[in-house]
């Protein structure tokens, strides 16, 4: 069965930067997009962006260009969230999602990771 | 970026009540809106997708509807295991995709 397993809680100061990683499983990694979705404590989930894992192509929301990276792995099968120049307002459970659609996305997440917590503190 | 509003944002409700939750776009989405479920410390599930579509493996007591900017996510007889947070997602505005605030539903 799909599966997306997350990497473990951080903690980093302000100005930090952090790497979470996504390890897929059960399907053809290159043949969907991977989502990354946030959700800060009591907010609603925010959308970050996608990369192909095929190609590598990416897309950021405007919210984070500048500051996030997506990257991946085709022979580990994961990929991988960067997030630079970290504030207290970064704190939050971040998620990887797998695209529903095979090769064009669709921007329907129907497998995601259990959220990988990043805490922001001084 | 389109702006999505649910209400309630928190529901009371007994096992067995037929319950409505709304969704609104701040400008017409066609029917690019889907809804999720997230239980506590889990993460979200699609649930229906493209407004009105069941996702695979969800049960026949959720059904969606709705067009342009109103949408309605309804579930028929409520069961114990559907007491959960509720968010609609926008996917028209594809380079800002945005959900709502979400709908918290409660056991009365």
């Known amino acids: 069965q799909v599966q997306l397993v997350q990497s473990g809680a951080e903690v980093k100061k302000p100005g930090a930067s952090v790497k979470v990683s996504c390890k897929a499983s059960?399907?053809?990694?290159?043949?969907?997009?991977i989502h990354w979705v946030r959700q800060a404590p009591g907010q609603r989930l925010e959308w970050m962006g996608w990369i192909n894992a095929g190609r590598g192509h990416t897309r950021y929301s405007q919210k984070f260009q500048g500051r996030v990276t997506f990257t991946r792995d085709t022979s580990a099968t994961t990929a991988y969230m960067e997030l630079s120049s970290l504030r207290s307002e970064d704190t939050a459970l971040y998620y990887c999602?797998?695209?529903?659609?095979?090769?064009?996305?669709?921007?329907?997440?129907?497998?995601w990771g259990q959220g990988t917590l990043v805490t922001v503190s001084s | 970026d389109i702006q999505m509003t649910q209400s309630p944002s928190s529901l009371s409700a007994s096992v067995g009540d037929r319950v409505t939750i709304t969704c609104r776009a701040s400008?017409?989405?066609?029917?690019?809106l889907n809804w999720y479920q997230q239980k506590s410390g889990k993460a979200p599930k699609l649930l229906i997708y493209t407004a009105s579509n069941l996702q695979r493996g969800v049960p026949s007591r959720f059904s969606g509807s709705g067009s342009r900017t109103d949408f309605t996510l309804t579930i028929s007889s409520l069961q114990l295991e559907d007491f959960a947070t509720y968010y609609c997602?926008?996917?028209?505005?594809?380079?800002?995709?945005?959900f709502g605030q979400g709908t918290r539903l409660e056991i009365k």
């Open positions: 999602a797998r695209d529903s659609r095979v090769i064009e996305n669709s921007y329907l997440f129907d497998n």
């Open positions: 059960g399907y053809t990694f290159t043949s969907y997009a």
């Open positions: 400008q017409s989405i066609n029917t690019y």
């Open positions: 997602q926008q996917t028209y505005s594809t380079s800002s995709i945005t």
